[in-house]
């Protein structure tokens, strides 16, 4: 393997986290602001680049351009790698960002890459690449939102992606279509065809409320899908939020709102 061949637990219902088990001279590789918990012995190294051997063992152009993609995913030029330079087997945790799911992803067993949104990649062994897709259609740049350069993961080793709320899994036969909310893709197989279509009708496009496009998805293939992206979620909570401080009023009565038109709001 050119990946390091890690152990994991994943704990927790809603807000899990995953223990990653290191044999000595081990790592793993993770995005800034995961980290939660580690035992004595690991090192803390950042890296320049997705930490794979491709990229570490190229020239100073190579590294550039692999830290470069990870600017168009809107990440960090650096990752941070964490290596067990102790003499017996040392574990090291990430926590997932906001309530939701950590998928375990078996490079080995995709084919050697896994398409994933974005910002759902948490960790993974060193050696795994973490670079940018592509697409060869306009209309996902256009109009996909997450759609146009989304994250592949490539390599032979493990690698953890976060779903939002609860996850579903889909496995697509042949021909078969999936058609799922741009920001309620998690990933999928590589050899899944993807997508943007437009969702047609003026009443839909103006009135629907659930945006202009959707992601096709044409087997054969596994697709995963979360029902909370984080888009979503922080929508919520940017409408629930008092305006200029202070409780707002009515809060937890059934009037509330009916009490503020009455009343009058001097927000």
């Known amino acids: 393997m050119n990946a390091h061949e890690i152990d994991y637990d994943i704990f927790g219902e809603e807000m899990q986290y995953v223990s990653i088990e290191l044999d000595p001279m081990e790592a793993v590789v993770a995005e800034a602001g995961s980290f939660m918990m580690m035992e004595p012995d690991i090192k803390m190294e950042t890296i320049f680049g997705d930490g794979s051997h491709k990229d570490q063992q190229g020239d100073i152009l190579g590294k550039i351009f692999s830290a470069g993609k990870r600017i168009l995913t809107g990440e960090s030029l650096f990752m941070t790698a964490y290596y067990n330079v102790g003499q017996g087997k040392r574990k090291v945790s990430f ?5 939701g799911k950590i998928l375990p992803i078996d490079l080995s067993e995709k084919g050697g890459k896994f398409i994933c949104q974005k ?10 690449s973490v670079g940018i897709e592509f697409s060869k259609r306009l209309g996902r740049g256009l109009f996909g939102g997450e759609g146009f350069i989304m994250q592949k993961l490539e390599g032979d080793g493990m690698a953890f992606v976060h779903a939002g709320g609860t996850m579903a ?3 697509l036969q042949a021909g078969e279509t999936l058609r799922v909310d741009t920001g309620c893709l998690v990933g999928f197989s590589h ?10 009708g003026i009443r839909n496009s103006l009135f629907g ?9 044409r087997g054969p293939g596994i697709v995963y899908v979360q029902s909370l992206p984080f888009s979503r979620l922080a929508q919520r909570v940017w409408a629930a939020a008092p305006r200029g401080g202070g409780k ?8 509330g709102g009916i009490g503020d038109i009455i009343m009058g709001d001097n927000r």
């Open 95 to 99: 926590a997932s960002p906001y309530p």
């Open 119 to 128: 910002d759902a990649f948490l960790c993974a062994a060193k050696g795994v």
């Open 169 to 171: 899994r889909r496995e």
């Open 191 to 200: 050899t899944v065809d993807y997508d943007v279509e437009f969702i047609g």
């Open 209 to 217: 409320g659930e945006g202009l496009f959707f992601a096709t998805l």
């Open 248 to 255: 707002q009023k009515g809060e937890g009565s059934l009037l």
